[in-house]
């Protein structure tokens, strides 16, 4: 699966983005679906990550209440939509995709996502 993430730019702190990851492929729904980001000299980190199924969703403790991962399986895309940004959002936002047999599991290692896009910056002033 080739995975294209938008939706990036620059917004000041306390403000919203939505970013989009539309994935390649017919088999969108076969794969659990993530989020990750990478700021300047840091490791790269899970944000968010979401089920098969649309059911099950899970977050990283920095991002709970202010971020929501969703998808539309239809459409082979999955969202992020952020709200309350801060400056230390600042990254570069990526989507990951791993084929999962269950339906409402969950991942959320760096290791356990096969494909990967390409990244969409995100930068919030203060």
């Known amino acids: 699966v080739q995975l294209q993430a938008s939706g990036g730019g620059l917004v000041q702190a306390g403000g919203s983005l939505r970013l989009s990851c539309a994935a390649s492929g017919r088999t969108f729904s076969s794969y659990v679906m993530g989020w990750f980001r990478q700021a300047p000299g840091k490791e790269r980190e899970f944000v968010a990550a979401i089920s098969r199924s649309g059911d099950s969703t899970y977050y990283a403790d920095s991002v709970k209440g202010r971020f929501t991962i969703s998808r539309e399986n239809a459409k082979n895309t999955v969202f992020l939509q952020m709200n309350s940004l801060k400056p230390e959002d600042t990254a570069v936002y990526y989507c990951?995709?791993?084929?999962?047999?269950?339906?409402?599991?969950?991942?959320?290692?760096?290791?356990?996502?096969?494909?990967w896009g390409q990244g969409t910056l995100v930068t919030v002033s203060s």
């Open positions: 990951a995709a791993d084929r999962d047999y269950y339906w409402n599991n969950v991942k959320f290692d760096t290791d356990e996502y096969e494909y």
